[in-house]
C-alpha cells in the first residue's frame, strides 16, 4: 500500500481566515434563522409578506453574487470582503430597528446584496492563503465545517435567549 502524503499544519494566515469567517458566522448564526420569528412575532408583519421580504434577499443576493466576480478581479478579494462585512453589519442593525415592511425591505435587500458576494470573496482569500493544492483542499474542507458548525451555534444560542416579547 503507498502512504499518502503528510499535509502539514495550516499556515497562520489560513488558520486566521478561516477563524474570522467562523465569529461572522456565528453572528449569521445568531440572526439570519430568527429572522421570519422576529419580523412576524415582535414586528407584526404578516407571514405571506414576511415570506416575500425573505425572498427579496435571496434574489438581492443573486443578483450581487453574478456581479461578484468582475468585482473580483477589478478591486480584490479583500476589499470586496470589507464591504461585504460591513454591508452586513449595516444590515443588522437597519433590521433591528425595522418596525414596518417600509424599513425591513432595504435593511433585507442590503443584507442578501452583501452575503452573496461574500462567500467568492472569502473563497478567494482563502485559496490566495494556502496556495499549495494539498494544503488549499484541507482549507476550503476545514472552513466549510467552521462555518457549518458556526452557524449552527449561532442558531442555537440565538433561540436559547431570543424572546418575542422584547425586541432588545
Not at 144 to 153: E, H, S
Request: hydrophobic fraction near 55%.
Amino acid at each position: 500500500m503507498a502512504k499518502r502524503p503528510q499535509v502539514g499544519r495550516l499556515p497562520r494566515a489560513t488558520r486566521l481566515l478561516i477563524a474570522g469567517d467562523g465569529v461572522s458566522a456565528l453572528g449569521t448564526g445568531l440572526v439570519l434563522p430568527l429572522t421570519l420569528i422576529y419580523l412576524h412575532q415582535v414586528r407584526g408583519i404578516s407571514l405571506p409578506v414576511v415570506g416575500d421580504l425573505l425572498a427579496g434577499c435571496g434574489v438581492s443576493g443573486v443578483a450581487a453574487v453574478s456581479l461578484a466576480g468582475p468585482a473580483l478581479d477589478r478591486f480584490g478579494a479583500r476589499r470586496i470582503l470589507v464591504l461585504a462585512l460591513v454591508s452586513q453589519a449595516l444590515a443588522e442593525v437597519g433590521l433591528a430597528w425595522a418596525t414596518s415592511v417600509a424599513s425591513a425591505a432595504p435593511a433585507l435587500v442590503l443584507l442578501g446584496a452583501s452575503l452573496g458576494p461574500a462567500v467568492p470573496a472569502y473563497q478567494m482569500m482563502l485559496a490566495g492563503a494556502s496556495p499549495d493544492p494539498a494544503t488549499q483542499q484541507r482549507a476550503f474542507a476545514i472552513g466549510f465545517t467552521v462555518v457549518n458548525a458556526a452557524v449552527g451555534i449561532g442558531s442555537a444560542i440565538g433561540a436559547a435567549i431570543a424572546t418575542t416579547s422584547d425586541p432588545a
